[in-house]
């Protein structure tokens, strides 16, 4: 369910003319691809002045299709990105508007998506779990005392700077991110499966959005598969709406009560009930000794991640879908 619908056209070649800011500046990589869009391409970049440092750059071609809203969208997530420096939050370092094309500069994340990486993993513990959740906490704790909503926090957003590092994890893809003041926020959208309830039920709403969905992804983290996983979206949104989900025994047997005891903390569907996230970092999850947890091993959550990672993977990043019409027609 994203924030806005856009016709999924390639973004096709672009023709920027080569003496724009832009290109002064830097050497676009044109053979190779990290990513493609509706209207971007996601490719390689140098700085002129220093070859060897490089950079991801989002490139998006203005075109008749490309919405005003979908603009203004655009500015808005280079507006919050301007805003932040926190090292678990990729780092923007140069936006430019030229005549053909929008140039977003981004750190470049050569380490992929942070759950590829533990599914490779031969062995994982409580503690490794632990200390991701711990920096994805403290990434949130950053943005929301900026009044920033992030609103699309799920395994995809997760990223690994290196190749080598499993711990320099950043926080990436703020196109749903906003600035709310005392739930001032009604846009209907997010992934299914993260999204909170208070979205599905179409109340207003802020920051505890990213709480109920780090409170998703701590469950996959540690259970190995989401709490909430029905193909069929009126079942799956209505077990969101109730916060219907279990700790089956078969996964869960080795998992500290600490850890669940967080889990109930986050999933709550009242938002004023919820823990926030300066809140869950000082939960007692996280002041458990680091020898106990890592003599919790993972093993069955490893095997089941796997299969989860896989299928989400087959899914493609499932293009979200608008949810007003839905919630219009009371299908929810």
């Known amino acids: 369910m994203g924030c806005s619908g856009s016709s999924q056209k390639s973004a096709g070649k672009y023709d920027e003319s080569k003496d724009t800011d832009f290109h002064k500046k830097y050497s676009l990589d044109e053979a ?43 500015k808005e997530e ?15 370092y140069d936006f430019y508007e030229e005549p053909k094309m929008f ?26 779990a632990r200390d991701l959740v711990k920096i994805l906490l403290s990434s949130l704790q ?22 080598e590092n499993d711990h320099d994890i950043k926080l990436a893809d703020f196109g749903f991110a906003k600035h709310t003041e005392d739930r001032s926020l009604d846009t209907q959208c997010g992934t299914p499966g993260y999204v909170a309830p208070e979205i599905l039920k179409g109340n207003k709403y802020g920051y505890e959005v990213d709480m109920w969905s780090c409170g998703v992804i701590v ?18 949104y209505r077990k969101i709406k109730a916060a219907e989900y279990t700790f089956d025994e078969e996964y869960w047997s080795l998992v500290s009560e600490e850890a669940k005891d967080l889990i109930r903390k986050l999933l709550v569907v009242d938002p004023d009930k919820r823990l926030t996230a300066d809140q869950a970092i000082r939960h007692p999850w996280f002041m458990k000794g680091d020898h106990e947890l ?4 993972l093993e069955t959550t490893l095997k089941t991640m796997k299969t989860f990672n896989a299928k989400r993977k087959l899914k493609g990043t499932v293009k979200t879908v608008m949810m007003a019409n839905r919630l219009g027609k009371g299908t929810l």
């Open 78 to 92: 280079v507006a919050v990105l301007q805003q932040v420096d926190h090292p678990n939050i990729i780092k923007l």
């Open 142 to 163: 950053y943005l929301h005392h900026l009044s920033i909503v992030h609103r699309d926090l799920k395994p995809e957003n997760l990223l690994l700077k290196s190749t």
């Open 32 to 74: 190779g691809e990290l990513g493609q869009g509706a209207f971007s391409t996601v490719k390689k970049a140098t700085l002129k002045s220093n070859p060897s440092e490089l950079f991801a750059v989002k490139c998006i071609k203005k075109t008749s299709e490309l919405k005003e809203d979908e603009i203004a969208s655009l």
């Open 103 to 128: 140039y977003m500069v981004t750190e470049i994340m050569a380490g992929g998506e942070l759950f590829d990486r533990i599914v490779s993993k031969t062995f994982y513990t409580e503690k490794e």
């Open 219 to 236: 469950y996959i983290l540690l259970g190995g598969y989401p709490p909430f996983h029905e193909e069929n979206h009126v079942v799956l």
């Open 294 to 297: 890592i003599e919790r091993s």
